[in-house]
Structure formats: C-alpha cells, structure tokens
C-alpha cells in the first residue's frame, strides 16, 4: 500500500520561503506522476504543481516563478519550494501520487503567511 507523508509547511511572513517535502512508501514512485494541491479556507482543492516520472512540470499561474517543484527518485520523495511566499498561499498543501488506476493523496500540512 503507497502512503505519503508530508513535512515543511509552517508559519511565514510575506516574502519568505518555505520547502515542503513528500515522501513516498513502495517501490512504483519513480513511474508516478507528482504534484502538489492546496486549499485555502472556503475554496475547493487546486492543484499547485506537478512533476511526471520523467521530470517535466507545470504550475499554476498564480505560483509561476516563485515555487519550484522537484523530485528525488532515489529518496522516493518531491519537494516544492516556495520563495515570495504571500498571504494569499495561506492553504493546507497536499502531495498527491498517480499512475493509471491508483490516486493517494497525503494528509496536509498547514502553510500560513502573515501580511
């Protein structure tokens, strides 16, 4: 069973940076597709970033330029680096995991960015 385990997020003030990282059980994350969601209090989940197994990425625009979305296939981890953070990127982050036939999503951590 693949399980997700996040870590980093935390209490920043405007303009700072903070790394989440993700770290993945079982031998199939070097064949995954990665990415990173975020929901914001009264907004629906929205995806972040994402990675394919073979490294290409995309952002949303609203993140474009300021995080960075990597992955560690040896450490069966992703990483999302977040520089200028704002206080809008307040949100509970979510790594997620997908291959055809298999979606695991991580417990959230909390990011919060004070004016």
Known sequence: Q???????????QAGGSLRLSCAASGSIFR???MAWYRQAPGKQRALVARVSSAGSTNYADSVKGRFTISRDNA???V???MNSLKP???AVYYCNLLLPGLEVWGQGTLVTVSS
Not at 2 to 12: D, R
């Open 2 to 12: 693949v399980q997700l385990v996040e870590s980093g997020g935390g209490l920043v």
């Open 75 to 77: 450490k069966s981890t």
């Open 88 to 90: 809008e990127d307040t």
């Open 31 to 33: 064949l995954n597709v």
């Open 79 to 81: 990483y999302l680096q």
